[in-house]
Each structure stands twice: as C-alpha cells, then as structure tokens.
T-cell receptor
Framework: DADVTQTPRNRITKTGKRIMLECSQT?????MYWYRQDPGLGLRLIYY???????NKGEISDGYSVSRQAQAKFSLSLESAIPNQTALYFC????????????FGPGTRLTVL | GENVEQHPSTLSVQEGDSAVIKCTYS??????FPWYKQELGKRPQLIID?????GEKKDQRIAVTLNKTAKHFSLHITETQPEDSAVYFC????????????FGTGTRLKVLA
C-alpha cells in the first residue's frame, strides 16, 4: 500500500546512537501506530496517536519516543539504541471513526550492533 | 492484561487441503477481529475481519468463525494453494476508545505442492 511509507527501509546503527524512523501517509487517516515485530512474538504496539496532540504509550514503550509532526507524519525515535532493539518496525494508520482496519507501511529493518 | 493466543505456530498442508488457525482472546469487551497475511519480506495485509455481532464470514476460499462465549475465533482456508504460504496473524480490538489491536504471535503456513 503506497499510501503509507516508511524511511529508511533498512538501517544499521551502533549501540548508543540516536536514531529516528519516519512514517508518512497520504490516506488522510487520523490514527497512527508504531509496532515492533520480532520472530515468534508477533506485532507489539510501541506508541499510538489519534491526532497531533494525542500521543499514547503502547505495551512496549520503554526506550522509545515519538513525535506527531502533522496529521500525515509520525516519527519513532530510539534515544540511545541497544542491541535488543534490533527488529522490524512497522507504522500503521487507521480512521478515527467507522472502520477499525489498520493499514501497514512497508516496514523498517533496524539492526543495532 | 489483554492477551491473544494463536495456534499452531507452524502448519504444513498439502496443496488442495484445508488449513485452520485458531485464536483465543482474553478481553470479553473485544468486538473486532481482523486477520492479516504477511508474505516473506512484505507488510501485513488484511485478508478478512469479523465483528462480534456476526458468527461467520466468508470471502471466496477464506472464512472466519467467532465463538463469543468461548472467546475464540478461527481462520479457515479451503483448497489451499502455494501462494497461500505466508505468516498469518490474528488480532482482537475494541471498536471504541483506543482501537488498539492485540496481535497473536503468528502462524507460519506452508502449502506443499
């Protein structure tokens, strides 16, 4: 779904570095989410936002922060990356009302050495 | 806390046979249950969903059933084809307030030709 884009698609960084993952959408959706995917653990919610003034922690927010710069942009930051944050990160979007469906971006593969 | 259990973690079937994946949820207030398919290296994509006021839903070769009393729901794929090989995730959500998904841990389906 080209309506939800993520940059970068792949990133290798070192322990202690600050890194930002970006998500942009042209779907006009209000809700945006950041998930982390690890083998055997499925998709776990890091943060979610319903609009630029509404940011909420998910189940695994420790070590992460987010910024909702605009309705269309939602960034995830790792202030000081550590190796166990190596994972596949997905952004997702959804409408605020009506449907519950979430639409995923292509993912960012992050490796922390 | 809220939890979704998914079984089996891996499933191999012969082409043309049926496949069934089962999920159990813990939060009785959950009322929306999507299923996502994730092909290797791709993003999760919605394949079918069901709401709590419906017991069964079909879309060509795939169907989902819901048993609210037992708090479990299942994905059924008939006449499996090699292109059905992927990881399948179930999720549970409450269609109000947060619209958060709780995902199962995924099932890797292999369709053997």
């Amino acid at each position: 779904d080209a309506d939800v884009t993520q940059t970068p698609r792949n990133r290798i960084t070192k322990t202690g570095k600050r890194i930002m993952l970006e998500c942009s959408q042209t779907k006009g959706h209000d809700r945006m989410y950041w998930y982390r995917q690890d083998p055997g653990l499925g998709l776990r919610l890091i943060y979610y936002s319903f609009d630029v003034k509404d940011i909420n922690k998910g189940e695994i927010s420790d070590g992460y922060s987010v910024s909702r710069q605009a309705q269309a942009k939602f960034s995830l930051s790792l202030e000081s990356a550590i190796p166990n944050q190596t994972a596949l990160y997905f952004c997702a979007t959804g409408l605020a009302v009506g449907t519950d469906t979430q639409y995923f971006g292509p993912g960012t593969r992050l490796t922390v050495l | 806390g809220e939890n979704v259990e998914q079984h089996p973690s891996t499933l191999s079937v012969q082409e043309g046979d049926s496949a069934v994946i089962k999920c159990t949820y813990s939060d009785s207030a959950s009322n929306y249950f999507p299923w996502y398919k994730q092909e290797l290296g791709k993003r999760p994509q919605l394949i079918i969903d069901i709401r709590s006021n419906v017991g069964e839903k079909k879309d060509q070769r795939i169907a989902v059933t819901l048993n609210k009393t037992a708090k479990h729901f299942s994905l059924h794929i008939t006449e499996t084809q090699p292109e059905d090989s992927a990881v399948y995730f179930c999720a549970a959500s409450k269609a109000s307030g947060t619209y958060k998904y709780i995902f199962g841990t995924g099932t890797r389906l292999k369709v053997l030709a």
